[in-house]
Structures are given as C-alpha cells and as structure tokens.
C-alpha cells in the first residue's frame, strides 16, 4: 500500500456487534466506510498518544470481559499482582449474567500502563479495554 486512493479489506466480528455497530450508525447517519475509518482514527490517536506521551500518568482501564471464560479472571488477578506497583485499586461490577466490568485505578510510567493495558487486551475473554489516562505534572509525583 502507498497511502493513495482507497483499500477494501474484510472484517470478522460477531454477529450481534455487528447489528448493533449497524443500527448505531443508521442513526447518526454513517455509512459502514465512514464508521470503521472514524473508529480506527480514534483508535489511532489514543495508541499514539499514550505510545508518545512520556513521563508518569494516572488514569483508569476499563475492562469489559466475560466471566465464564476459563481462568480469565484469575488471568486478570496475576496481571493486576505481576503490576502492583502501577496498579493502585480496582472496582468489580457485574453487568449481566456473564459480563463483569473491572475498572483498575493506575498511576505510574505511560509505557508501563499501555503495556498493562495491552496484556489485557490480549487475553482470551476479554472483550474491550479502554485506557483513560492523564499526564502528571511533576508536582503529583
């Protein structure tokens, strides 16, 4: 690819993401195109933001997963103990019948909270991660 003109490429996703991304976006009037390009340039702008921001954040990631997979939560538990120096505390929620939400208070180096936000996403199970983060001045530290 060299940037010009335009590429179509195919994407797998469940089938109810799908109809609710679809009926979303009927009603703010995007077509399918428009959508994914905006979602990926948000998507884009967060991951460069907190690849080149550097110094100390805080900030909290928000995990949507599903409970019933296999070791997924106890998955998450190492993860926030491997971490404990970032991680600073965490509130469980259960949205449904096997969805939980975990919202994990962080405050350390931005490499190190994207890095934790990253394993997570990588897990088998989980469903969304989304990192909201704010660079400390020097001050906080």
């Excluded at 939560?73 to 969805?99: A, Y």
């Excluded at 996403?121 to 983060?133: E, F, Y």
Aim: some cysteine.
């Amino acid at each position: 690819m060299n940037g010009k003109g335009v590429c179509r490429f195919s994407v797998s996703a469940p089938s109810d993401l799908l109809e609710e991304f679809n009926a979303t976006i009927r009603r703010i009037g995007y077509d399918r195109s428009k959508a994914v390009q905006a979602s990926m340039r948000s998507f884009l702008s967060e991951y460069k933001w907190t690849k080149e921001v550097k110094g100390t954040a805080a900030g909290g990631l928000i995990v949507i997963y599903d409970h019933e997979v296999r070791g997924l939560e106890e998955e998450l538990t190492d993860i926030q103990h491997r971490n404990r120096e970032t991680v600073k505390s965490t509130m469980h929620v259960h949205l449904d019948r096997r969805l939980c939400l975990e919202i994990v208070a962080v405050k350390g180096e931005v490499g190190t909270i994207q890095d934790l936000a990253e394993g997570l996403m990588r897990k088998r199970g989980v469903k969304q991660v989304k990192l909201a983060a704010i660079a400390l001045p020097t001050s906080a530290l």
